[in-house]
């Protein structure tokens, strides 16, 4: 999330990005909405939506595994999987943002993410998570119950730095008929706290993220894991 100085109009942003973005042909235009739940004492509550208009653009790749958003207040770019490596998607998320940079001038960042989402297909006996992920807890084998599925989200700080981190595991039903179930690890890493825009503090700060996420991804999977997924 960067605040801009300026943001071109449509028409403006389009003939920006386009000499950029060859291999992004298909695009939709971004609108905001902000919704608002009001309660008075003896009344119904009341839902009010507010159409915030016309945001920006998003950007797909020819093969659909690529989307960028260039917002009035927010740049993303996300890549589905097959992921590649970690130096074709940094090296290609920081071209983007240059462009996005050089259109609207961003004046500070005030908030950088970086998030991957892990899927692992496995047999679907969750009475064996713990063999997957560590420190997970045991089943209530004392009321003689039977895990279904999970749902853990943990939230980190990083002491000294200013980062945190949301790590969510849980378990994907099949997405279809003889398909099996998948476990997810869901890392999230990101800073709150507002730099300068400057392309060199950003790369540090990705560089920083990345070394928590790996940390963190390889310090709750187990052996047995990795092996299996290498």
Not at 22 to 43: R, S, V
Not at 145 to 170: C, E, S
Not at 186 to 206: G, H, M, N
Request: net charge neutral; no cysteine; glycine share 4%.
């Amino acid at each position: 999330r960067a605040r801009a100085t300026q943001f071109p109009d449509k028409d403006k942003l389009l003939t920006g990005l386009k000499p950029s973005l060859t291999n992004y042909p298909k695009h939709d235009d971004a609108h905001g909405y902000m919704g608002e739940l009001q309660f008075q004492a003896g009344k119904e509550p009341k839902v009010a939506a507010q159409d915030l208009g016309w945001q920006g653009m998003h950007f797909t790749s020819s093969d659909a595994k690529q989307i960028v958003k260039f917002q009035k207040d927010i740049f993303s770019f996300s890549r589905l999987a097959p992921y590649q490596d970690w130096e074709h998607f940094s090296s290609e998320a920081m071209r983007l943002w240059k462009v996005h940079a050089e259109l609207v001038m961003p004046s500070d960042v005030q908030r950088v993410g970086l998030r991957f989402i892990n899927r692992f297909s496995f047999d679907g006996e969750l009475s064996r998570v713990n063999q997957y992920f560590k420190a997970f807890p045991d089943e209530l084998k004392e009321l003689d119950f039977v895990l279904a599925g999970f749902l853990h989200h943990d939230i980190m700080t990083v002491p000294g730095y200013p980062y945190k981190v949301n790590v969510i595991r849980t378990v994907q039903p099949p997405q279809a008929q003889g398909s099996l179930p998948a476990l997810i690890l869901d890392i999230d890493v990101y800073i709150q706290e507002p730099f300068e825009a400057k392309t060199e503090i950003l790369e540090e700060r990705l560089k920083d993220m990345r070394w928590l996420k790996n940390k963190l991804f390889f310090d709750i999977i187990t052996d047995k894991l990795r092996k299996e997924h290498e």
